[in-house]
């Protein structure tokens, strides 16, 4: 498996749980996915359904747990976003331009 994904979290995740536990039409049970990521970050269920369908702000313990409960490396499911690799002027975050 590579390092890392080009997909958003959401995307990333939904094909990792299709290809495990979906059935033949693509679905798969996201309520126990959900309910271990509860157990490990004390978010509640509705919140953690939020994030995963891209409607609240993802945390990283969320992304974490994520990648636990899947038995992968969290960084996998990471994936840096555009503004923090570059500046709004096409320079690194930390230059001195």
Known sequence: MENRTNQPFT???GT???ERSGDRMGRFPLAPFIAQIGDKTGLNYEYIRL???????LRTDVIEAAAEALGIPPL?????PAALRQGADGAPPDSDQ
């Open 11 to 13: 995307e990333a995740l």
């Open 76 to 80: 996998i499911l990471h994936r840096v």
């Open 16 to 18: 990792m749980l299709r």
């Open 51 to 57: 994030m995963l369908r891209d409607q609240r702000t």
